[in-house]
């Protein structure tokens, strides 16, 4: 009797371990597909497999994220709830799955309560916050998109999409320090794309700073320092509005900070940066427990201490001057010396 079950159990086992294989196979082919953007044969493919095993996990998901591509809302939904329902393997993905397929549907506010409650129950994966705060933004509120965005950025401090939705909600508040601090680290990630246009755009928008000149009067000039902005702020925000008024008035005052400052035969960008960098330091509060003390802030002071950050702010301008991508070719030296630097560090 102990040989015949002995025998029964290897059997067994031997036929799960084939299945499981059967299932692999089967879904590496659906992959293919699915990369190859041929979404009905990755869905027939992955469905050999759910005749194997039915309650797969993977098999389910992957045929929800291949319907959310082809714009199958609902069956994305059918087939997410499949792997939720198991509360096994590839949970996240399911949540960012059917969250994603029920907004498309319309039905934000349920997408909202799903990535919530996920959270809520300990999944603290950076897509979850991110898709919650964009979600958030689709609907207009924009007090309880940013928090979530800077959950997204504690559990994973290089999604750049989060970066730059943060630069985006301080620009539409006006406060030109945060979206500055938020446009260089975004970037630094992603310095030549079409988002990266948009964000340059933001940085030099803000790097002219509060300033009106009377319009009868061209010497008159009025800065305003927002009373709502955070005070901390404030030194920062008046030397943005210095900059855009005169380099050697804005030196003359950062000299009475920093009587060691160099700024000579640096451009009028990172001799605008290195100003920013100066005023922040002495605004530091490195007690607060935010993204701008404890992530923005911080890089961008030691980029600046490196002696890196001439390559620094002609890489971040890569895809949107020309001068740029000129002294990264003709300074190749320097450009791999900064990423050498980023990577050890």
Known sequence: MKTVSAFLLLFTLSLFTFAQNSIEDIVREGIGYHDAGEYDKAIATYKKALKIDSKSTLVNYEIALSCMRKGDYKNTVK?????????????????????????????????????????????????????????????????????????????????????????RIHN???????????????????????????????????????????????????????PNTDSAFSAAELTLSLLSISDDLATEALKEIDEDLELEGLDAFTRKTQSFITVLEESS???RDEIWWNLYIPTLQEIAKSGHLEAYCHYIRLGNEESSAKWLEENEDKLDAFIKWMNEG
Do not use: C
């Open 172 to 226: 539409w508040k006006d406060n030109p320090v945060q979206s500055l601090l938020a446009s260089h680290f975004f970037l630094l990630l992603e310095p030549d794309t079409d988002r990266a246009i948009e964000v340059y755009k933001i940085m030099e928008y803000h790097f002219g700073g509060k300033v009106k000149r009377d319009k009868e009067d061209k010497k008159k000039i009025t800065i305003s320092i927002d």
């Open 285 to 287: 509060e490195k007690g």
């Open 79 to 167: 087939y997410a709830n499949k792997v939720l329902k198991r509360k096994e393997d590839h949970m996240t993905s399911a949540y960012v799955a059917k969250g994603s397929a029920l907004d498309m549907l319309g039905k934000t506010r349920q997408s909202i309560d799903l990535f919530e409650k996920a959270i809520a129950e300990g999944d603290e994966h950076y897509l979850l916050y991110y898709n919650l705060a964009v979600n958030y933004l689709k609907i207009n509120n924009l007090g309880k998109a940013e928090p979530n965005l800077v959950g997204a950025l504690k559990n994973n401090p290089s999604h750049a999409s989060s970066h730059y939705q943060l630069a």
